[in-house]
DNA sequence: TATCATACTTGGTTATTCTAAGTATGTACT
DNA sequence: AGTACATACTTAGAATAACCAAGTATGATA
């Protein structure tokens, strides 16, 4: 078992991958290496985390696939952001927002 | 089933309660009732969240109890956070900035 | 008498993350 | 030829924490 069983809090993994299809239409791997790549290493997005995310999505409407070719010409399953996943981004936006908000009084606390 | 299954990220009740009793030692409910306030009431601190969480922090050593009278004169359970409770809410602290900064450089950038 | 606030407990459900193992293909090195 | 590695996806199973709901018990208030 992990050390921190949660490198990422639950909930988190499908807002960051929402946000990466609002940029472009991509594959699972190449939305992993990205993300990776925006947050500067400082997240790992796990293969048995990320793929399972993007089944759940698709089968909430949130998201679209077509298999298609990789930019290297390997087979690929490609996902979009549909209208729907973009209302629902909003509101993890939202929720985000808000929880950020409230922790972040919480913590800027000295005394209570 | 509710609506959006976690109002609060796994893994924050932890840090927002560790943080509180930094100010003074409380009873659960008090503490309930003051992380709530300190949110602007932006957050519900759930008792069938918030008791299992301070069971399984004093089983961790990270907090401990003691029977007391609450400032009604009823019967309450007081929590104190321990040294090792500090060392856990910096390493949660770090937790949280670290996710906080990653998810905000995706969620700000534009295109990529 | 009924309702509400205080204060705690606990059982069961659920969603999501993670580890780990696997499939398959192509490239690069030795 | 053989090995290793990167790409790309799949899936089983474990772990965890948050939640709802229902309960106990007490005192104050209407």
């Not at 290496?33 to 909430?60: F, H, Q, V």
């Amino acid at each position: 078992m992990p050390d921190f069983f949660l490198d990422l809090p639950q909930g988190t993994l499908d807002l960051l991958v929402l946000k990466a299809l609002t940029w472009a239409p991509r594959h699972g791997y190449a939305i992993a290496r990205l993300l990776e790549e925006r947050t500067g290493d400082r997240l790992r997005i796990e293969e048995g985390s990320l793929y399972p995310a993007l089944y759940r999505m698709e089968a909430k409407g949130w998201i679209e696939a077509e298999w298609g070719e990789s930019e290297l010409g390997r087979k690929a399953k490609f996902y979009s952001i549909t209208r729907e996943g973009r209302k629902q981004l909003k509101r993890q936006l939202n929720h985000w927002e808000t929880v950020q908000d409230a922790v972040g009084r919480v913590l800027r606390t000295e005394n209570a």
